[in-house]
């Protein structure tokens, strides 16, 4: 393992979402990241937020199983996990007795609405969280109903990547003389906390709730989409006012008059501007209006889908996505190091693929191992070496 964060071992719960968005983080960085799967686990060799790590199948509702993961808790330094409150208790792996075990573990718990409160017992999705947090009624358009975000913002912006932040700092307070202690990370505060901005803008007055009304969710002309001649979108985001002239100047609207006479920033000229940019946008294809705002700071690019995204220009000249598994592309690790550059990924290993190498790390015997495996409390994929050959050459064709 190679990175900025090597020599920790982390061990990962499975979970969906920002549980595993936080260890692919960390195992990207160098950390030694070990999934606990479950037996029913099915393998997907596409799994991005499953790279890097290895696997271990564990049946933890089993006894057996329970103290087998309680041993290799003992030998981390972290811990994820992300079932709803009480769970992990249930199992015998809460964090009072594993931190008992191992005073210095940072003990991680995601959830979306935290350990306490009156819905942490209730289920919940990104655009849940985003709801009661105030920030769903930020996004969309005006007159039309708020629009969820995909589920970037609770689930990996607001719980995966604050997680991570969550536990690296706790580790660092642990190598600074500090005692291991328990992360609350709930995606609906990280939401809340994303929206710092927002919340600003509002108590000083200078937001309005009605969605779609400001200048950067869509209510400006000069910070929005536009349709263009091929039916692809054209992304434009002039705000200072030397970029929106530099804008108005090669959209050929420096001298319309209905662009002059107010300020750039009144609402009031808003829907006129907004209909006159469609109008002009709307002449011309994407590429064509890309192609004009490929040099100068107009703060105008290309809505690119995800299959054009990697061949972009800049894209490719920053190597930011890499073919981790055949065919098949993934953004790279970020942010980047200069001294402790990231590890290149490998690709999601089989549930149970790596059970038999962490069970003989542990001290397991051979007797004891096959015990395990009868009982059930432990599931084993014995592997084609030509499957480890192939990554190890997907990895050094990489590195070159």
């Known amino acids: 393992m190679t990175g900025l964060l090597s020599g920790l071992r982390i061990i990962e719960f499975q979970g969906i979402g920002p549980g595993p968005f936080c260890g ?10 070990i999934r606990i799967d479950r037996p029913e686990t099915r393998h997907d060799p596409h799994d991005t937020l499953g790279r890097s790590r290895r696997s271990i199948v564990i049946d933890t509702r089993q006894p057996d199983g329970a103290a087998l993961a309680r041993r290799l808790c003992a030998s981390a330094d972290a811990v994820i996990e992300g079932y709803r409150p009480g ?6 792996l809460g964090p009072e007795v594993l931190l008992a075990d191992n005073p210095k573990l940072v003990y991680g718990r995601i959830t979306g609405w935290g350990q306490d409160g009156p819905l942490a017992q209730t289920a919940g999705h990104d655009i849940n969280y985003l709801a009661i947090s105030g920030v769903l009624s930020t ?9 969820p975000p995909v589920n970037y913002v609770a689930d990996f912006g607001g719980g995966g990547m604050l997680f ?19 992360i609350d990370a709930a ?14 803008l509002w108590s000083g007055g200078y937001w309005n709730e009605a969605t779609g009304t400001n200048w950067v969710d869509s209510g400006a002309p000069f910070y929005d989409t536009y349709r263009c001649a091929d039916g692809k979108h054209l992304a434009v985001g002039a705000i200072e006012p030397k970029f929106h002239a530099l804008m108005l100047e090669r959209f050929g609207l420096a001298g319309d008059p209905v662009f002059t006479g107010t300020d750039q920033m009144d609402p009031a000229a808003w829907p006129a501007r907004k209909r006159r940019m469609a109008e002009v946008i709307a002449t011309r294809s994407r590429d064509e209006w890309a192609a004009l705002f490929a040099d ?15 061949e972009h220009p800049h894209q490719r000249a920053r190597q930011a996505f890499v073919e981790v598994v055949p065919g098949g592309l993934q953004p790279a690790p970020a942010p980047r190091f200069s001294a402790t550059p990231a ?3 490998w690709q999601a290993r089989r549930p149970g693929e790596d059970t ?9 015997g051979e007797e004891e191992i096959a015990r395990l495996e009868a009982e059930g409390a432990v599931r084993a994929v014995r592997g084609d070496p030509a499957d480890d050959e192939l990554l190890a050459m997907m990895g050094a064709r990489k590195r070159r």
């Open 343 to 345: 590890q290149v990924p």
């Open 164 to 182: 991570a932040f969550g536990l690296v700092a706790a580790l660092l307070h642990v190598r600074m003389g500090g005692q291991g202690q328990v």
């Open 187 to 200: 995606m609906t505060d990280g939401a809340s906390l994303l929206a710092g901005m927002t919340w600003q």
């Open 24 to 33: 692919m983080m960390l195992a990207d960085h160098g950390a030694e990241v």
């Open 296 to 310: 100068p700071d107009g703060c105008v690019s290309p809505v690119l889908s995800l299959g054009e995204a990697p």
């Open 356 to 364: 038999l190498a962490v069970l003989r790390e542990l001290g397991c």
């Open 139 to 147: 996004i969309g358009r005006e007159g039309e109903n708020p629009v």
């Open 87 to 92: 769970v992990m208790e249930k199992l015998g």
